[in-house]
């Protein structure tokens, strides 16, 4: 009840398209479901983060979308870039800082 | 603002040895927390402390232990190493626990045991 599921495990995109991760989760207690991206030899980086208040919150280039009666979410990436590239990671937390974080996704953007 | 730093970047140790790191947050945050990163299996929440008090735990054994000092700094343990403790420990500060609160991720210290 604690997993959150991330998918694809990978993906390939051009540039200029969309890239879209999509993760679900099972326990109803979580409340805050951020987005991190990690780049070879760096720690993770918040990218966006969204509570269940919401259906979608939008930054940039960079949108969330949350179904909250399917427990899903997924993070849109417009007009992907060469400097996008890196791991994606989903994560949930109910009210504490212990984040559970999905399994990644390895993104890569040709030109 | 100086981010989260974590000491020593890199260390190599043999099974059964003991090893300490550690992790200064950024100024002002009290809520510190460490995770394992493996490739089998992924972030994995080691534990919390917030105002040198462990908050939470996560599933891993008496051999992981932690410490927050007074100027919120932690430390964080394992004793008798084994082959499969070898990952990339990352350490995170918040402002303030609780969980909406942005945490942010040091560089980590890459632990490879032998």
């Known amino acids: 009840q604690q997993q959150v599921k991330q998918s694809p495990q990978s993906l390939i995109v051009q540039k200029g398209g969309i890239s879209i991760i999509n993760c679900a989760y099972e326990?109803?207690?979580?409340?805050?479901f951020p987005w991190y991206q990690q780049f070879p030899g760096k720690g993770p980086a918040l990218l966006i983060a969204?509570?269940?208040?919401?259906s979608e919150k939008k930054e940039g280039r960079f949108t969330i979308s949350f179904n909250k009666s399917a427990k899903q979410f997924s993070l849109h990436i417009m007009d992907s870039q060469p400097g996008d590239s890196a791991t994606y990671f989903c994560?949930?937390?109910?009210?504490?800082?212990?984040?559970?974080f999905g399994t990644g996704t390895r993104l890569q953007v040709f030109p | 603002k100086a981010g989260v730093t974590q000491t020593p970047r890199y260390l190599i140790k043999t099974r059964g040895q003991q090893v300490t790191l550690s992790c200064s947050p950024i100024s002002g945050h009290r809520s510190v927390s460490w995770y394992q990163q493996t490739p089998g299996q992924g972030l994995q929440f080691l534990f919390e402390y917030f105002s040198e008090t462990q908050r939470n735990k996560g599933n891993f054994p008496g051999r992981f232990s932690g410490r927050q000092f007074s100027n919120s700094r932690s430390e964080m343990n394992v004793s008798t190493l084994e082959l499969g403790d070898s990952a990339l420990y990352l350490c995170a500060s918040s402002l303030l626990t609780g969980g909406f609160h942005e945490q942010f991720f040091g560089p980590g210290t890459r632990l490879t045991v032998l």
């Open positions: 969204i509570r269940p208040d919401v």
């Open positions: 326990n109803t207690a979580f409340d805050y």
């Open positions: 994560a949930a937390t109910g009210n504490t800082d212990k984040l559970i």
